[in-house]
């Protein structure tokens, strides 16, 4: 009898240590969640690591682990946990696009090849159009990643040694007689990555560099300014005027806002002292976006910078903006899609030869990020990769000289001593210059030409092609056409050339329809030229054009036409759409149309109705105020009376009824 009872006491505690050891590893595994929806990533690893000794789904375990290396820029080790979680049956969409990024960054180019091919086969309709453009571009580029590779230059690279750190040293750039950098060293450590965080730093160059490369700075690094140095926050990546008396950096990312959307252009000028001033935010940064790495120009007058601000190409695009004679800047231009990819560009640079250097992920390179240099000669901007050793397939960015032949950059390539260390190089030739051939050999006359074509349906279930739809195809800088032509019976039109760099529209017009208008560019549509294999190339691009039948009464929803809470003026995202909705009627001057407005269900059905009728009337005001004759365009608020949604929860559901329409009155 006692030992029956010792052994009921034996299971009983066994089977209490088990439940006990999967309740801690539960806790574990919400506190990770909870960390990670914070942004703060290491503290998330740390959490997720001792859940990964219960029994969590490891399809969800893994995938945020995966994630958490990824979003604290750990790439590389995040690739075993994307395995894990795919191999797991994860349902995650982005894990095989994401996990191929960190195959990339280990050079394991055929299995990320492989992953990027089955993302791209069995992207969802819903995947961002960016995205799944991002994807197929990365497939090309490693189909061709043994040319990238051939690209390589009589160079010698450099690890500045004591001067890097076991944290972060990047964004080098020259001041005078200094080096100023950017370090991860302040006291305070920043829970996205582990990390203390960022400041600026600056160090003694020498004299005279030996001919053998011996560069690297003189003395421990100090802290730049007291007066720019904040203990709290991430500070970075400085640009200075040449006269070296202006300097614009990067500031935020102090861990209390998810995403790194709090990270802000500074200004500060070095004053007669010798101390340089307070810094002060400069207006063009964008409060909901991500901006950093500026640089100056060679005569002052233009900041380049990057940030992932609304209306980009995608991911971080490179913007610049004009500097007046009393320092006032413009409003920031995005350098379009020759330069800015799906992907992320950063850390611009212009050299003493005018050429602008930048580091990319979307541009063909061997890692996660590579180096480039972009010219521009007769309207046609070229980006080409600065080939090895500059490039590895880790993160190399940051490039600036000291002379035609000698400068620095910054990489997490293998053999460093931290994170990003900052190394020097000297060149034997000029940059990016190949030394070994390639096929066909660099100096053989490569040309493209290209070509539009086309289709014209009825936007209808299934879609109908149209004939006898009038097809025209305008040069947008002069405004004539290039094309004219009526489809035949399939529907079809083209093909015509194109010029590179160049912008078009195409319009479409066919009795009982709406005409169309649908803007074409061919900027970022050039085909690199390390991809060219034979003399002459051409490739046709095809476009879909769909016409809407013109129906009395028929009502068409605008998309992005949204309202904040019980507000009524127009949002820039709203704007947009409105243009849209002013091309229409400017293509169709016989057009007369309703705005109707209809609101969520969370105020009063009088108030929504008030509401409603404002926030068509808006609409209307900013049609009119574009050229449209009023007696075209009539409002009414619909209040809350046909919603979308009938239940909606979320904000994003009541978003969707917080909608506006039009409808058309008269053909």
């Not at 375990?61 to 820029?73: F, G, K, T, V």
């Not at 580091?359 to 600065?386: C, I, Y």
């Not at 059905?605 to 009337?617: F, G, T, V, W």
Request: charged share 25%; with cysteine; aromatic share 8%.
């Amino acid at each position: 009898m006692k030992s029956i009872t010792s052994s009921a006491l034996l299971v009983a505690m066994s089977s209490a240590l088990i439940l006990t050891g999967c309740n801690s590893a539960m806790q574990a595994y919400k506190k990770g969640v909870r960390h990670f929806d914070a942004g703060e990533y290491n503290l998330a690893l740390t959490q997720f690591q001792k859940a990964s000794t219960g029994t969590i789904d490891q399809a969800r375990l893994n995938y945020y682990e995966a994630e958490s290396y990824r979003l604290s820029n750990r790439f590389g080790e995040a690739a075993p946990f994307y395995q894990k979680a795919i191999e797991a049956n994860t349902t995650e969409p982005d894990a095989r696009f994401n996990y191929a990024y960190a195959l990339k960054s280990q050079g394991n180019y055929a299995a990320a090849l492989e992953q990027l091919q089955q993302y791209v086969a069995n992207a969802p309709k819903t995947t961002a159009k960016a995205t799944l453009e991002k994807a197929k571009r990365e497939v090309e580029t490693l189909k061709a990643i043994d040319i990238i590779a051939r690209n390589k230059s009589l160079i010698t690279l450099k690890n500045l040694g004591s001067m890097n750190s076991t944290g972060a040293e990047f964004a080098p750039v020259i001041r005078g007689e200094e080096l100023v950098f950017t370090s991860s060293r302040k006291e305070q450590v920043y829970k996205n990555n582990g990390l203390p965080m960022l400041g600026l730093y600056k160090t003694k160059l020498p004299q005279n560099p030996d001919e053998t490369g011996n560069s690297a700075p003189t003395g421990a690094p100090e802290q730049f300014s007291s007066n720019v140095f904040q203990g709290d926050v991430n500070e970075g990546t400085p640009a200075f005027t040449k006269d070296g008396k202006t300097m614009v950096f990067a500031r935020g990312n102090n861990g209390k806002k998810k995403g790194g959307l709090d990270v802000d252009l500074y200004i500060s000028r070095l004053g007669d002292g010798g101390a340089w001033s307070q810094p002060l935010r400069l207006p063009i940064s964008d409060s909901t976006a991500w901006d950093g790495s500026p640089a100056f120009s060679g005569d002052g007058k233009t900041l380049y910078f990057a940030s992932n601000r609304a209306g980009g190409a995608g991911g971080i695009d490179l913007y610049r903006t004009s500097i007046d004679a009393s320092g006032r800047f413009s409003r920031p231009v995005n350098m379009g899609r020759d330069i800015n990819t799906p992907g992320d560009e950063m850390f611009p640079y212009v050299g003493a030869n005018a050429k602008l250097y930048f580091s990319s992920d979307g541009h063909p390179g061997l890692g996660k990020l590579d180096v480039f240099v972009a010219t521009r000669s007769g309207g046609v901007t070229r980006v080409e990769n600065m080939g090895q050793p500059i490039n590895s397939p880790a993160d190399d960015f940051g490039l600036v000289y000291v002379d035609p032949t000698k400068g620095f950059l910054a990489s997490n390539r293998p053999g460093g001593k931290g994170d990003d260390d900052i190394y020097f190089f000297q060149e034997g030739m000029t940059p990016g210059t190949p030394t070994v051939a390639q096929n066909p050999p660099a100096n053989a006359p490569k040309t493209v030409r290209y070509f539009i074509a086309g289709t014209v349906s009825a936007n209808e279930t299934p879609i109908t092609p149209l004939d006898s739809a009038k097809v025209r195809i305008l040069d947008d800088a002069t405004g004539q056409p290039i094309a004219e032509v009526t489809t035949g019976q399939p529907g079809t039109f083209g093909k015509y050339p194109l010029q590179e760099g160049k912008d078009y529209t195409i319009l479409a017009e066919r009795k009982g329809y709406l005409t169309r208008r649908e803007q074409f560019t061919m900027q970022g549509k050039s085909i690199p030229e390390i991809f060219l294999t034979k003399p002459e190339t051409d490739t046709t691009f095809n476009v879909a054009l769909l016409l809407d039948k013109a129906t009395l009464n028929r009502t068409f929803v605008l998309e992005n036409i949204y309202y904040d809470l019980d507000k009524y003026n127009i949002r820039p995202d709203a704007a947009v759409e409105l243009d849209k909705l002013v091309a229409i009627l400017q293509d169709n001057p016989t057009l007369k149309i309703e705005l109707g407005s209809h609101t969520d269900t969370r105020a009063s059905d009088a108030y929504n109705q008030k509401l409603s009728q404002n926030r068509a009337k808006s609409a209307v005001e900013y049609i009119v105020s574009k050229g449209i004759a009023a007696d075209r365009l009539t409002y009414k608020g619909y209040g809350e009376t046909q919603l979308i949604i009938k239940n909606a929860k979320t904000e994003e559901e009541h978003q969707r009824n917080r909608r506006t329409e039009f409808k058309i009155t008269e053909l």
